[in-house]
């Protein structure tokens, strides 16, 4: 399996909600994907700016298969023009 953790931060916070709103749409349509385990949206407690996206896929088939669907290209490319760059952390177990 993969997990990937995404983190990002709104430099930004009156788009606040527009990011909130991209972000949740992302987590519901993904977690339709085949292969995907959890698909979560977190908003950090300590950093109110901070944000992270944690996945879980079952192959490296199922998560590339989902990088190219249409609400995952629109939706993290909208999260991008309002976060500037994500960092990615992937793991495997």
Known sequence: MIRLNVFFALPDQDKRAELIAAATELVEKSRGDKGVVAYDFFASQTINAHF????????????????????FTRLVSKIEHLCGALKLEEFQF
């Open 52 to 71: 992270m996206i944690c996945e879980t896929w079952i192959d490296r088939e199922s998560l590339d298969a989902h990088s190219k669907t249409e609400h």
